[in-house]
Each structure stands twice: as C-alpha cells, then as structure tokens.
C-alpha cells in the first residue's frame, strides 16, 4: 500500500500526534500483556468504552492541534505520522458520496490517557470511537504493539483496517444502528456483534473503493495487503482473543464476533464494494 505523491490530504480529518508537534499526554503506562489482553477481551476495536471508562461523564475532548504539514501523500514519506490523516481524507472521500446526509468525523491521537465525552481513557482500551464527541481515538503507538500481541504485522494495511472500522462506527452512529448494540447482549449472533461485523464490512468496502479511485490518497493496495487485512480481522476475533489469554473459547462472551466471522465480513465488503451488502441484521447466517 502506497500513497498517491500528488493527491491532498484533510490536515483537519486528524489532531494530535506527531504529525501536529502537540497532544501528547500524560504518562500513564502501558500494562503489561496480561492486563492489556484482559481489557481487551471487552474493547478490541471497540465502541464507546463506556462504563469502564468511568461512564459518560467525561468532557468533550478539545485539542485543536491539526497536522498541518500533512498536505499531499508526499508528505507521509517525510513524516509517517502523516499516514493518519491520509487514511480518514479517503474514508471521507468514499463515505461522502456513499452516504445521503454525511457529516465527516475526526481523529484525535494521544498518547497515554485522553479526556473524552465517553468518559476518560488510557491506551490499554484500544483504538475507539465515541459517539458523544463523533470522534476516533487511537493511540496511534500502542497500535503496533497490540498487533503484535495479538499475533500479527504491523502494517499500513492493518493500521488502515483499523481506521476504517472505527469509521464504520461513526457512520453507524450517523445511520443509527449504532445505538443497538447497546443492549448489553453479548454472543455470536447479539446485536453487538452485528453492530461490530457491519463496521468489518464497511472498512472492506472503502479498501475495494480505495483501490480502484484513481483519485484518492491511497495507492497500489496489493495481494499482501489484503491477506495482512484479513489477517487483522482474525487476530481482533474474540475466540482468538480468548484462547490467547489462556481461557476455553465461550461464544456467550462474544462481543465483537469470531475470527471467522470478521473475516468473513471483512472479505464480503471487499467482495461486493457495496455498503448495501454489509446488513448483518437481516440474516442470522454470520459467517461463524
Ligand atoms: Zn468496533
């Protein structure tokens, strides 16, 4: 996966991180495996962390820092942290003509803990969305790691899968079949797992958009990118998830689907290219 030299990137879609010289938090530290795998069984490219994050009680984030020497996909050559808000201008670019009433979301990178309207978070809950600030949180370090520990490759292609599902969400929540995964049912056929699986969906679908534009910033999206996206869904897969934290696999517990599953979706966006194809409230055969 390569950027387009020419093409421009929304300095706006992304605040915080290096890209924009400020935003960096506080020190809170990364726990080790064991505890990152427990928070992790709950909130893997999760939705608003909710009640463990201390509830909605938290104030809407304000950092304003854009990263304003992000200007074309040259620049992710000069400074990688420009990748982020390459990777929202073409999820802007796709969800702006797929979706009657669209309004864009924005990134904020931290680092270490973050004020948001869902409550305040650390980096051990993963790259997030929250509905009550429309935006995607992502410590954009602690992703590597959890890729690893999750058992595969940092790569551009799993970063931007992971960008992509938390778009997913935001149109969810403009949509709003966001608020059904709210009823605290957990299991492979919930409607939590729906809400999860159709954001797999959805990041499939902008990846087949993204590599047949012509026009947008990313470019060259091959063979091994698609495997290394695939391969993200399965690691992020809660029975994957499970046996890696020592546990039996439970499917009651599953929040966000099984491996099976999230491939399955995943592949069913890229297949189609069609968001109309990712209604996973319409059948009960989900791919486990
Ligand atoms: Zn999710």
């Known amino acids: 996966m390569d950027f387009k030299q020419d093409a421009q990137i929304d300095t706006g879609s992304v605040v915080g991180g290096g890209g924009g010289g400020g935003g960096r938090g506080g020190g809170i530290a990364v726990g080790g495996i064991g505890g ?41 050559e000069k400074n990688p942290d420009c990748r982020w808000p390459a990777y929202m201008t073409s999820l802007g670019q796709y969800w702006s003509q797929a979706l009657n009433g669209f309004q864009p979301t924005t990134m904020r990178i931290f680092s270490g803990g973050v004020q948001t309207a869902c409550g305040t978070a650390n980096s051990q809950v993963g790259p997030f969305y929250c509905p009550g600030d429309q935006k995607i949180y992502i410590d954009d370090d ?19 899968y992971i960008v992509a599902h938390e778009y997913g969400h935001h149109i969810q929540n403009l949509t709003g079949v966001l608020a059904r995964s709210q009823d605290g049912q957990t299991g492979p056929l919930s409607n939590g797992v729906r809400v999860e699986l159709q954001a797999d969906c959805y990041a499939g679908v902008w990846f087949k958009w993204a590599a047949q534009n012509p026009d947008d910033v990313i470019d ?24 890696q934290s020592g546990g039996g696999v439970n499917p009651d517990g599953w929040t966000h689907g099984s491996s099976a599953q999230r491939k399955f979706w995943v592949s069913k966006g890229f297949n189609s290219g069609d968001p109309n194809q990712c209604d996973t409230f319409s059948t009960d055969d989900l791919g486990a």
Not at 151 to 158: D, I, L, W
């Open 36 to 76: 990152i795998i427990m928070v992790i069984l709950a909130l893997v490219l999760g939705l608003n962390p909710g009640d463990l994050l201390g509830g909605g009680s938290g104030q809407p984030d304000t950092q304003q820092t854009s990263n304003a020497q992000c200007r074309t996909g040259a620049d992710v």
């Open 142 to 160: 602690f992703v590597g790691q959890l890729l690893q520990q999750l058992g595969t490759q940092q790569s551009t292609a799993a970063e931007a």
């Open 220 to 243: 060259n999206i091959t063979q091994d990118d698609l495997a290394r996206i695939v391969d993200a869904a399965r690691v992020v897969g809660d029975d994957h998830i499970q046996k």
